[in-house]
């Protein structure tokens, strides 16, 4: 007589990214990923335009500072937790979490400290006027509205 099994496809597709990939179960491969916030680099005449891809991410958690001719992102993206929804299982988490931080080097032409930034759904704008090439070398904290 044969007797039913329960499929869970969760642990089918651990043992199939243990066979195909790196060795380690999909499920525990998404606890230690590291990540970093996408962006999008753009320019017209007047300026550069940096868009940063922050979902889930708190304005009072998002940094941007220009210094020595670096314009830098860092900040925290900050996990729900578990003990607020005691019903709540996660099955899978793919998003990453956790501390990060970019850093892009400016052009001469850049006005460090005429940056402006602004948060809005999850989306980091940044506008780095033009000017003659001048070089900065002060450390400028960049307010987000």
Do not use: C
Not at 10 to 33: C, D, M, V, W, Y
Not at 38 to 56: C, G, M, Q, T
Not at 79 to 93: F, G, L, P, S
Request: proline share 5%.
């Amino acid at each position: 007589m044969n007797s039913l099994t329960h499929w869970d496809p969760f642990k089918e597709l651990n043992r199939l990214s243990t066979i195909l990939g790196s060795g380690k179960p999909a499920l525990a491969q998404a606890e230690h990923r590291e990540w970093a916030p996408a962006v999008d680099i753009s320019e017209d005449d007047e300026s550069f335009i940096i868009k940063a891809d922050l979902p889930d991410v708190d304005k009072d958690d998002v940094n941007v500072t220009v210094q020595n001719g670096y314009l830098t992102l860092s900040g925290e993206r900050r996990m729900e937790k578990e003990e607020e929804d005691k019903k709540k299982k996660y099955h899978r988490i793919e998003r990453s979490y956790g501390s990060y931080t970019r850093s892009f080097a400016l052009p001469e032409n850049v006005d460090g400290g005429a940056v402006k930034a602004k948060f809005k759904d999850g989306v980091l704008h940044i506008v780095l006027p033009k000017v003659a090439p001048e070089e900065s070398h002060s450390k400028v904290e960049i307010e987000i509205d």
